[in-house]
């Protein structure tokens, strides 16, 4: 399983949100040059990069500092925040992202977003939904998650057969920032019914057994940001406990 130590932009500097509330900021350190450098010097073959600032105005932001930090250390870097075009993924691509997330469109947007998978390629692409439990049932959240999207997350899948999309980062927003642990249970679910897509968990870890966790019920990735920020364990640990 590939941990993705994340980098959360504002204003270009690291910051992390509670339940991805802007009024809700900490922030971590004025530089993510450097720390970008000491994840890939302890062992990270990946980082996630999420631009803040891009997230909430709906546009291409800091796509310019992610570009700089993709080509100043040699790991690869999965990025979104404010992808809206196909030229927000071209230029991210161009820019040196590996892998480009895209969030809400993958949600609203299905067909435009299948364009981008043929074009681009399933391996360029991630697929971000964020959902919030609705009862028995959990519904993504779109627009900086202050609306529920019209279909469950079931249904929003469906949209991508087989084949077509490989990348999909799941966040339960309830856990975000929380420390509480990643919902194991939702994404041992995905994982059981789309078998053909590679799972991120997101949301929640908080120690090293959410890792080892997240990947014995087959998750291909995990992202982790506040545990790593507050010293709950390190990156070198992160990645030697799940290689």
Same mark, same amino acid.
């Given at each position: ?27 971590? &350190? ?9 994840? %890939?010097?302890? @062992?990270? $073959?990946? *980082?996630?990069? /999420? !631009? #803040? ?76 939904? &964020? ?9 993504? %959240?779109?627009? @900086?998650? $202050?609306? *529920?999207?019209? /279909? !469950? #997350? ?90």
């Amino acid at each position: 399983m590939i941990v993705y130590p994340a980098i959360d932009l504002r204003a270009g500097v690291c910051v992390r949100l509670m339940h991805g509330r802007f009024d809700q900021v900490t922030r971590y &350190d004025d530089h993510p040059a450097a720390r970008l450098a000491a994840f %890939a010097a302890s @062992g990270a $073959t990946w *980082a996630h990069i /999420v !631009d #803040l600032d891009g997230a909430e105005a709906g546009r291409a932001v800091q796509h310019t500092l992610i570009g700089e930090l993709a080509n100043s250390v040699d790991i690869r870097i999965q990025s979104g925040g404010g992808v809206r075009t196909a030229e927000d993924v071209a230029a991210l691509i161009d820019a040196g992202v590996a892998r480009v997330v895209v969030g809400s469109l993958a949600v609203s947007q299905p067909e435009t977003v299948a364009d981008w998978l043929r074009r681009f390629g399933p391996d360029r692409l991630t697929l971000a939904i &964020d959902v919030k439990a609705d009862g028995d049932r959990y519904v993504p %959240a779109l627009k @900086g998650w $202050t609306q *529920a999207a019209d /279909v !469950d #997350l079931w249904a929003a899948l469906d949209r991508y057969p087989p084949d077509l999309a490989r990348h999909l980062l799941v966040t339960d927003v309830g856990r975000d920032g929380a420390l509480t642990g990643p919902n194991l249970d939702l994404l041992g679910q995905i994982v059981r019914r789309r078998p053909d897509l590679q799972v991120q968990a997101s949301g929640g870890v908080a120690v090293l057994s959410d890792l080892t966790e997240a990947a014995a019920i087959g998750c291909a990735g995990a992202i982790v940001g506040r545990a790593l920020y507050e010293g709950r364990f390190t990156v070198d640990q992160a990645v030697g406990i799940v290689t």
